[in-house]
Every structure is written in C-alpha cells, then in structure tokens.
C-alpha cells in the first residue's frame, strides 16, 4: 500500500513563493507517474501538473506553467511542486497524487490516480 504526505502549506504572503512536498511510503516510487492536484474553497479538484517515471512533465496550462515547477527525487521518495509568486486565487489545499502504472496518458485525469495524499493548505493573503 502506497502512502503519500504532504507539506509545506502554510500562510504566506501575495508574491511569495513556496515549495511543496510529498513523501511517499511503499512501492516502487522511482516508476509511478505522480501528480499535483488543487481545490480551492468551494471548487472542485483540479490538475496542476504530473510527472512521469522519465521525468517528462506536463502542466494544466500555459500560465500555470509560468508559475509553477513540478520535480521529483526519486533517491528520496519525494515530489515537489515550488510556486512563485503566489497570488490570492492559489489559495487552495494541494493534493499529491500517484498512478502506479506510470501511465503517460490522461495525466490531467484525477482517475488516472490509483493514491493520494491527505493534502495541504496553501493560504494566500493579499
């Protein structure tokens, strides 16, 4: 069974950036596509960015991608999301995600994820 902690949410500042983590526990982590997902107050979930095994990575879209940097050390486990220059409209609780068939396709698709993580706030003052 495959487990996945978030951290590094918290309270910060409009124009201050952030990096999140997600550490998981079991597998085999180094071959999973693995994912950033948000849902901001009263909204839906939806895809940030995704990874693949081969560190290829994609991302919601263009201004997103301006933003916001998805990597992953597999030596440790661990997929990071770092954001700059937050603005109020990132407030939001980032999820991590894990796809243990390491799929390619559909990364955008929160089905195509077979484990996620609790989450952690992200809170963006103005």
């Known amino acids: 069974q495959v487990q996945l902690v978030e951290s590094g949410g918290g309270l910060v500042q409009a124009g201050d950036s952030l990096r999140l983590s997600c550490t998981a526990s079991g597998g085999t982590f180094s071959t999973y596509t693995i994912a950033w997902f948000r849902q901001a107050p009263g909204k839906g979930r939806e895809f940030v960015a995704a990874?693949?095994?081969?560190?290829?990575?994609?991302y919601d879209t263009n201004s997103v991608k301006a933003r916001f940097t998805i990597a992953r050390d597999n030596s440790k486990n661990t997929l990071y999301l770092q954001i700059a220059r937050l603005k109020p409209e990132d407030t939001a609780v980032y999820y991590c995600a894990a796809d243990e068939h390491g799929s390619t396709a559909d990364t955008w698709a929160r089905e195509a994820y077979d484990y996620w993580g609790q989450g952690t706030l992200v809170t963006v003052s103005s």
């Open positions: 990874i693949a095994s081969s560190g290829g990575a994609t």
